[in-house]
């Protein structure tokens, strides 16, 4: 079965940091574009980083340059997003996409998983 799974999310304080992982299932990650998103309650889904399967180019959104960094692992078929310096704002629900290139479609998802930043 073909899936994405992610992992890792949680409830952390502002400034502090969570890494995400997004595994896959029935599919290498090594030759898809891997996208990061998510959604904060009431408004639409923003990307927040991709992975470029052709090279090692990463795109990442400007509200998390600097705070936020992806990687692969593809010995343990998983993607990680690794998110410093949290800030309220940063508080959604966090999806993992694989593509054949970064960009607006994706051909598989995962379920999603919660990052709550707060006091």
């Known amino acids: 079965q073909v899936q994405l799974v992610e992992s890792g999310g949680g409830l952390v304080q502002p400034g502090g940091s969570l890494r995400l992982s997004c595994v896959a299932h029935?599919?290498?990650?090594?030759?898809?574009?891997i996208g990061w998103f998510r959604q904060a309650p009431g408004k639409e889904r923003e990307g927040v980083a991709c992975?470029?399967?052709?090279?090692?180019?990463?795109y990442y959104s400007d509200f998390v340059k600097g705070r936020f960094t992806m990687s692969r692992d593809n010995a343990k078929n998983t993607v990680y997003l690794q998110m410093n310096s949290l800030k309220p704002e940063d508080t959604a629900v966090y999806y993992c996409?694989?593509?054949?290139?970064?960009?607006?479609?994706?051909?598989?998802w995962g379920q999603g998983t919660q990052v709550t930043v707060s006091l």
């Open positions: 992975a470029s399967s052709f090279d090692t180019s990463t």
């Open positions: 996409g694989a593509a054949e290139a970064c960009g607006p479609e994706y051909d598989y």
């Open positions: 029935g599919f290498s990650l090594e030759h898809y574009a």
